[in-house]
């Protein structure tokens, strides 16, 4: 098996397909975010790795499909626990791989990946199938496990994403394929390696690494897939959904976003300003982050002092270190990109009031924590996503115009709320168009409820039963009363 050692750990930098590593004559380097070196050469796959993955996966489905949710349950649940006795380890690779917060990956974020894999287990033992009369038959609503799914996730918080998608795909039958993003392909590699240990049949569970456009596309037209569930951007969204149309196969994507935090007068100023300036954690590398920050005109000088207050405490630096709180960024090209945002809205007349420029003082993938008082909503650094430590900040008069500036781009993943009004939070929190908005917090999450976007923030609806339906073919039976069945 080829390997690289990260972080002190040996990681397999071959596909895992059918329960074998499984080598290809072409690989791709892997740079680690932390110097921009590279660490890893790894299985650049293609059209052949595509289809050995797709036949692993439909034949393992025989068996998968049939041990029903509590057979497949006892599996989710010892790969939870492989995953919780593994934290280090994996927190320790990704942290070199993607540049996260390594306290953040120890406390919360790995541990998630077991989360993940407990609630769809726990939830698709739960389910109690819908029974009802009418019509004179008896009407009974059934999950069948819907075939081979490929799982497509971007290289923020890999580990987590492709637990959280790979997860209820399994719990409902479903057998894996799964394409992790290239510029951050290891932790998902250690996946491989708990999901053999937990004993899982060969090729219920399969990795392919490479590159999108290649091997990911090349899963995404495949005729035996039956589900694909991706994250990542609205552009590559529309490359998967077309694949998928014409297939006709069922496909959601959890998207991009743009989302606004919205400050009112009469809200906890201090809480709302942490938060808005903690919107630069991971250097903003974050879906669901707050980027639009709109306060109400009667606070902005009192918001902004607070609010620099707080950014100024931030610390670029290495995320292995516990004084660091902003991280680099993953790729010499997201900088490349990053930076290009905030040159042309210099460029067009938006104005850069603080940071606005690499720090090369710190490490070659660091940005400054950047603030952009734009020059009309229009501006394209207020309407796309920039997907790095770059906010905006605009003003409201009053509530209507508050929710108007939130709900006037074309993304609608997620919306904070700051407010003191019981009544204003009901108010505006539905006003928002977002798949998720969270009022005096953020990114606390039950796994039960949905999640998903609005707008090009996505399509289909994650989380809890919604993720355990788009894993399965509903079926209806109708049987006629009287008839012994
Ligand atoms: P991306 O769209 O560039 O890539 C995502 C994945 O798609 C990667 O694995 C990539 O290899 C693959 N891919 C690329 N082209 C493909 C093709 N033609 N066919 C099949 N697969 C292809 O996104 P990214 O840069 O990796 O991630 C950042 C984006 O992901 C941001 O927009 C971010 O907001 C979004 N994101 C969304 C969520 C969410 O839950 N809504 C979570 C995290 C990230």
Known sequence: MRAVEVAAVEVSTEHFIGGERVASAETFVDLSPLDAEPIAEVAR??????????????????????LGPEGRAAYLHRLADLIDANVDRLAAVECVDMAML???????????????????????????????????????????????????TPWNAPFMLSTWKTAP?????STVVLKPAEWSPLSCSLLCDLVAEAGFPPGVFNVVQGIGEEVGAALTRHPGVRRISFTGSPETAVHIGTAAARNVVPF????????????????????AARKAAGQYDDAGQVCLAGTRLIVEQAIEDEFLELFHGFTDEHVLGDPREDATTVSPLIHPEHLARVEGFVERARASGDEIVRGGRRREDVGPLFYDPTLVVPRTNDSEIVQREVFGPVLTFQTF?????????A????????????TGSDERAARVGRAVRAGTVWVNTFLVRDLTAPFGGIGISGIGREGGDYALDFYSDLKTLQILDGTTA
């Not at 959601?252 to 809480?271: I, M, N, Q, R, Y």
């Not at 008069?397 to 500036?405: I, R, S, T």
């Open 45 to 66: 796959g293609g059209e052949r790795e595509a289809e050995l993955a797709v036949a692993a996966a439909t034949e393992a489905f025989q068996v998968w499909a049939t």
């Open 407 to 418: 709900n006037s781009t074309r993304y609608g993943l997620s919306g904070i709320v700051y």
């Open 252 to 271: 959601t994507g959890e998207l991009g976003g743009k989302g606004p935090l919205l400050v009112f007068s009469d809200c906890d100023l201090e809480a």
């Open 169 to 173: 795909a399994l719990a409902a039958g």
């Open 102 to 152: 390594l306290r953040s990956l120890r406390a919360r974020v790995i541990s998630r990946g077991a989360r993940n894999f407990r609630a769809y287990a726990n939830l698709a033992v739960a389910h109690e199938e819908r029974v009802w009369e009418s019509n004179g038959t008896r009407n009974r609503v059934i999950r069948m496990p819907s075939g081979p799914a490929v799982v497509i």
């Open 397 to 405: 008069a009053d509530e209507d115009e508050a929710v108007a500036l």
